[in-house]
């Protein structure tokens, strides 16, 4: 393992004051505290670094040396949907990241898109249904309720008032609350009045291992208390939910409840595509039947809170935990690294058998146009922009102001790339457009392209190149591209196509290479 790592994460919102979450946010700051105390018992050098943007991830991942990330992110920019990006980026600049991929992030930060994902695996779950900004609740089941923001993490939105024994007024008052507060779609559960557990499942040496089953003890509550793990409980210290609701593990449970609840934990954590560490959150009936309440890919890593309290219940102790996740982090990535090569290797292969690369023709149109569209990537007026300026190059040939060429692999074209020197500039030029159609894309063809055009706008006279690009979430991967070959932000043009929607630009000197 090199021995320096980046330990990052988000730096508190002040913004989260306005929706009283402060305190959860704030809690990050004590899993930088546990993990660099373990890094030292590991005799591991680190550094750390806070971020506050989507923007600012790709910055520090761009100049850090460090090989290995490890991921203490929970939201960004108010969004804890935005902080699940950090892995992919991660990925795209060939780092290491601790924790769940993207996907896995971003659909559990979704109760309703995980709770589909889990009820399509077969997967026991409560039944739920949403309620959109400025609609009213329509229930198709009866009550109890428990109402909560669709995507809020750290039990935000959750305490004694979320909870509603019956359709009508107060249904509707809680909805309102989190359409107010959150800004977001409530989803209204039915509330399962039992026993409350969670589950720990950590990937360990390559294999899926399920920590002993936890228990909330709620044996303080007073008759008529939701027995609940609201958002006091987590995270008011002082308060009687925080003081009352100790948890117990190993769970003193039958031996047949702590093999079903086992099983179904693993069966979540593999259904929703977790990868490292998840808890995995589950309230037992009257009957004594198990609902997956939820599965948490980046749950709290505080050496007080679950994750760790089930690893140390298995004799496993903090130090070795984040030892654990820090060598499946490198497992991933060499796995990936591996894949990667092999894909070059046979990108290569057709390369010397006919691989060419083109000034376009009148026919190529259709076929550039049909995979720019298929990439998703595009709106319909920027595919007329992409018609126009294609056909525009293919109209004046070599002199006109738009210089125009393809990537052929078997008669197929594959790759285009287009470029023309700046207007009114001496020696700068405007790399226009590059695509690669999504079958071929992750086979260094965008790179042989981009290198292609800087080596013909070299021979041309040319001094700097300049690329722009949207700053829409979709096209990080695409920011991370440029970055990865050398271009670096010139400068950003908010709202520049659409609101919110920044024009990127990007330069790189020629002398630089490819």
């Not at 599965?295 to 309290?309: E, K, T, W």
């Not at 055009?453 to 690009?469: H, P, Q, W, Y």
Request: proline share 5%; net charge positive; glycine share 8%.
């Amino acid at each position: 393992m090199k021995k320096t790592l980046l330990i990052l994460y988000n730096r508190p919102d002040s913004s989260l004051n306005q929706i009283g979450c402060s305190e959860s946010d704030a809690g990050v700051l004590e899993e930088v505290e546990a993990v660099t105390a373990a890094l030292k018992k590991l005799r591991l050098r680190y550094r750390i670094q806070s971020i506050g943007s989507v923007k600012e991830i790709i910055e520090v991942l761009s100049r850090a040396p460090e090989t290995t990330i490890f991921n203490l992110v929970e939201i960004l920019e108010g969004s804890s949907m935005k902080a699940g990006l950090v892995p992919s980026l991660c990925k795209a600049f060939e780092k290491a990241c601790t924790g769940c991929n993207t996907r896995s992030l971003m659909l559990t930060t979704d109760k309703w898109q995980s709770k589909a994902v889990l009820a399509a695996a077969a997967l026991p779950v409560p039944r739920a249904f949403l309620v959109e900004p400025g609609q009213r609740a329509r229930p198709n089941f009866n009550g109890p309720y428990i109402v909560k923001p669709v995507a809020a993490d750290g039990s935000e939105g959750i305490d004694d008032a979320a909870i509603i024994k019956t359709q009508g007024a107060a249904l509707n008052k809680a909805v309102r609350r989190v359409h107010t507060q959150f800004k977001q779609t409530a989803i209204v559960e039915q509330f399962v009045d039992g026993r409350e557990f969670n589950i720990t499942v950590l990937n360990k040496n390559g294999k899926t291992a399920v920590m002993p089953v936890a228990e909330i003890d709620f044996a303080a509550f007073p008759p008529g208390k939701p027995r609940i793990i609201g958002y006091e409980a987590k995270w008011i210290a002082g308060s009687f939910e925080f003081n009352n609701t100790p948890r117990v593990v190993p769970a003193k449970i039958s031996i047949a409840l702590a093999k079903q609840l086992t099983m179904l934990a693993a069966k979540a954590a593999a259904a929703v595509g977790c990868t490292d560490y998840c808890r995995v959150d589950f309230r037992v009936d009257k009957k004594n039947r198990p609902l997956i309440l939820e599965v948490n890919a980046n749950p709290d890593l505080c050496p007080q809170d679950g994750v760790a309290a089930a690893v140390h219940a298995a004799g496993i102790q903090y130090h070795q935990f984040v030892k654990i996740v820090l060598d499946n982090a490198l497992a991933r990535m060499k796995k990936f690294k591996i894949k990667n090569q092999e894909s070059k290797i046979r990108n290569r292969k057709p390369a010397a058998s006919g691989d060419v690369i083109r000034l376009a023709e009148p026919e190529d149109v259709h076929m550039v146009l049909k995979f720019l569209e298929d990439t998703k990537f595009f709106r319909h007026e920027e595919m007329l922009v992409a018609e126009e300026v294609i056909t525009d190059a293919i109209k004046h040939g070599p002199d006109g102001p738009y210089q125009s060429y393809v990537l052929e692999r078997g008669g197929a074209v594959i790759g285009w790339v287009c470029w023309g020197p700046t207007p009114c500039t001496v020696g700068s030029f405007d790399i226009y457009w590059l695509g690669v159609t999504p079958k071929c894309q992750g086979l260094g063809l965008g790179r042989k392209l981009m290198d292609f055009a800087e080596e013909k706008i070299r021979s041309a006279g040319g001094r700097l190149f300049f690329v722009e690009t949207s700053g829409r979430d979709s096209y990080l991967p695409t920011r991370a591209f440029y970055e990865r070959i050398g271009y670096t932000i010139a400068s950003v043009v908010k709202d520049f196509y659409a609101p919110g929607d920044d024009k990127i630009i990007y330069t790189k000197p020629t002398q630089q290479g490819g």
